[in-house]
Antibody, heavy 121, light 110 residues
Framework: QLQLQESGPGLVKPSETVSLTCTVS??????????WGWIRQPPGKGLEWIGS???????YYNPSLNSRVTISVDTSKNQFSLKVNSVIAADTAMYYC?????????????WGQGTLVTVSS | NFMLTQPHSVSESPGKTVTISCTGS????????VHWYQQRPGSAPTTVIY?????PSGVPDRFSGSIDSSSNSASLTISGLTTEDESDYYC?????????FGGGTKLTVL
């Protein structure tokens, strides 16, 4: 059964870089039919797509975050990662990773349980 | 830019039927599939409808989805409401290398 698990530091200071990792189990991240994406949700607010990556390294980013975000993939570890630079309080959110179909622009499924990132000094 | 707009909240009584709308702007909602997620407090979203009107296994047939091209909108309809349906619901679609979520609708069953 495919499972995704996010991991990260929890607390990060303003202006620093936060790095999160999504570990995939139960399937290879190198499958040809899927993207692997990051979605975040500030406390009490809605979902925001951050960006997605294909196993080859092709990336797509939300234009509103593009300049501060980098997504990478490590097929040897079956993981993909997210870096957000110069974080501010508004980056405080639950960060989810998820798989979505490439050719049908399909749903995000499954999702990880999420990891909370708090930006505070 | 393509955007999806949902009502902030809806409420209905147990046993009744409710419809949550998802209106597209800046593009044709019929160009790509619309998916719907249910999110309970403290949990990750789960799919209740995918590819406009398909139900994943395990989702009751009380949940249904549709597209109305004339109004450029998608709808999630839940019939026979129970208190367990009380959740946040999000629509999601795609346009121009962007995966877009609606702002979410809080469903209250009272």
């Amino acid at each position: 059964q495919l499972q995704l698990q996010e991991s990260g530091p929890g607390l990060v200071k303003p202006s620093e870089t936060v790095s999160l990792t999504c570990t995939v189990s139960g399937a290879s991240i190198s499958t040809t039919n899927y993207f692997w994406g990051w979605i975040r949700q500030p406390p009490g607010k809605g979902l925001e797509w951050i960006g997605s990556i294909y196993y080859s390294g092709t990336t797509y980013y939300n234009p509103s975050l593009n300049s501060r975000v980098t997504i990478s993939v490590d097929t040897s570890k079956n993981q993909f990662s997210l870096k957000v630079n110069s974080v501010i309080a508004a980056d405080t959110a639950m960060y989810y990773c998820g798989r979505h179909e490439r050719y049908t622009y399909g749903r995000f499924d499954p999702w990880g349980q999420g990891t909370l990132v708090t930006v505070s000094s | 830019n393509f955007m999806l707009t949902q009502p902030h909240s809806v409420s209905e009584s147990p046993g009744k039927t409710v419809t949550i709308s998802c209106t597209g702007s800046g593009g044709n909602i019929g160009n790509f599939y619309v998916h719907w997620y249910q999110q309970r407090p403290g949990s990750a979203p789960t799919t209740v409808i995918y590819e406009d009107k398909q139900r994943p296994s395990g989702v009751p047939d009380r949940f249904s989805g549709s597209i109305d091209s004339s109004s450029n909108s998608a709808s999630l309809t839940i019939s026979g409401l129970t208190t367990e349906d009380e959740s946040d619901y999000y629509c999601q679609s795609y346009a121009s290398n962007n995966w877009v979520f609606g702002g979410g609708t809080k469903l209250t069953v009272l």
